[in-house]
């Protein structure tokens, strides 16, 4: 079963613009992962953020996580054409299950 | 990190019969999972893949509609059996890398029913 819920579900901005996806989540986590798809290829892992951290970067990637509110987000700053694609969390728990959320689709305009 | 490779990367099948995924990591690991992404929504898992003992399927999914084998440390099947077009989708087998806790994903197989 899914967990993670995102929001938005397609979001569509200007190459340069900043892109900001939300993910919920509704059990503990061990951790939140992100991670990217182009076309209904394979995913490609973006970041890890355990359940202690409160803020990670990876390049252009910031990605934040309040456990109280048991939110994160994604952040893609000066975002790129090459940056569309399917966006997804996924939950890490005590079971070494990863549950996926249902993912933003990102354009980027050129 | 891990290289996956899935085979085969795409079948279009007749209703009714079985189709074999095959999973292969370039190196042992210790969890290896099998997800379905049907058309335009998420991944959901199927099972765990266990070596050397019966798979751990999640809720809705069953082994005779999906038995799994793991029979080492490096491979593992996914059979899709009695096929419908319901089940046209496509199947990602993933592996964890020694509690890296990251899930590292093959290429997938995209599988049409017709």
């Known amino acids: 079963s899914q967990q993670g819920e995102e929001d938005p579900q397609a979001l569509s901005i200007q190459e340069g613009e900043n892109a900001t996806m939300n993910c919920s989540y509704k059990t503990s986590i061990n951790n939140l992962q992100w991670y990217r798809q182009n076309s209904g290829r394979g995913l490609v892992h973006l970041i890890l953020?355990?359940?202690?951290?409160r803020e990670k970067h990876s390049g252009r990637l910031r990605v934040t996580l309040d456990t109280s509110k048991k939110s994160s987000s994604l952040l893609i700053t000066a975002s790129r054409a090459a940056d569309t694609a399917s966006y997804f969390c996924?939950?890490?728990?005590?079971?070494?299950?990863?549950?996926f959320g249902p993912g933003t689709s990102l354009s980027v305009i050129p | 990190s891990a290289v996956i490779s899935q085979k085969p990367s795409r079948d279009i099948c007749q209703r009714g019969t079985s189709l074999t995924i095959q999973c292969q990591v370039d190196?042992?690991?210790?969890?290896m999972f099998w997800y379905r992404q049907q058309p335009g929504q998420s991944l959901t898992l199927i099972a765990t893949a266990n070596q050397g003992s019966e798979a751990t399927y999640e809720s809705g999914f069953v082994i005779d509609k999906f038995p799994i084998s793991r029979p080492n440390l490096t491979f593992s099947t996914l059979t899709v059996s009695n096929m419908s077009p319901e089940d046209s989708s496509i199947y990602l087998c993933s592996v964890e890398v020694a509690r890296q806790e990251t899930q590292y994903f093959g290429p997938g197989t995209r599988l049409l029913v017709l």
């Open positions: 190196s042992q690991v210790t969890m």
């Open positions: 996924a939950t890490g728990t005590s079971y070494d299950k990863v549950i």
């Open positions: 953020i355990r359940s202690n951290e």
